[in-house]
């Protein structure tokens, strides 16, 4: 199959991490329910990668359950900052190096606190954003921990 080489396939594969590739057709605000529904998986594997800031203007990624959303008052408890809110899109890109719908954890531009969902480690396999639109990786959900030190956090609702 051939799929685009983002900068996340790079950090993948300079890690030498295994994954499969899967491509599907992007739809403008169809999020994690169109690419699950497309590639036919529960909407629950997959991962997204939604980046936050703390009332002192520092960046963080969350990994999220696709079906779940994130509790900004117990992330902003957990990490002990007033508040908590999404990164604009433009400062997004700015720090990471992406694109909205095309966020990937792997081979940021800015390396930024990673907090995941505990349940996700629970899964045989994740899908989760390659780095560009309409482009998911499969993978292992440990790799999470191992390549990103991705820290555990109970905060999806």
């Known amino acids: 199959m051939d799929y685009p080489i983002t900068t996340a396939v790079r950090f993948l594969r300079e890690k030498k991490v295994e994954f499969v590739p899967h491509l599907y057709e992007y739809v403008e605000k169809g999020g994690t329910r169109e690419s699950a529904r497309q590639l036919g998986i529960d909407e629950h594997r997959v991962v997204k990668t939604l980046v936050f800031e703390t009332s002192e203007k520092a960046p963080l990624i969350v990994l999220m359950h696709g079906d779940k959303e994130v509790s900004t008052k117990k992330l902003a ?11 604009t899109p433009e400062k997004l890109s700015k720090l990471i190096g992406y694109v909205a719908g095309g966020t990937s954890p792997f081979g940021t ?3 930024l606190p990673v907090y995941f969902e505990k349940t996700i480690v629970e899964l045989e ?12 990786i499969e993978g292992d959900p440990r790799l999470l921990t191992g390549i990103l030190n991705a820290v555990p956090v109970e905060i999806g609702i």
């Not at 396999?125 to 998911?136: A, C, Q």
Request: aromatic share 12%.
């Open 77 to 87: 408890r957990f990490i002990g900052v007033k508040s908590v809110e999404p990164a």
């Open 109 to 111: 531009r800015t390396d």
């Open 125 to 136: 396999t994740i899908y989760i954003n390659g780095g560009k639109r309409g482009f998911l």
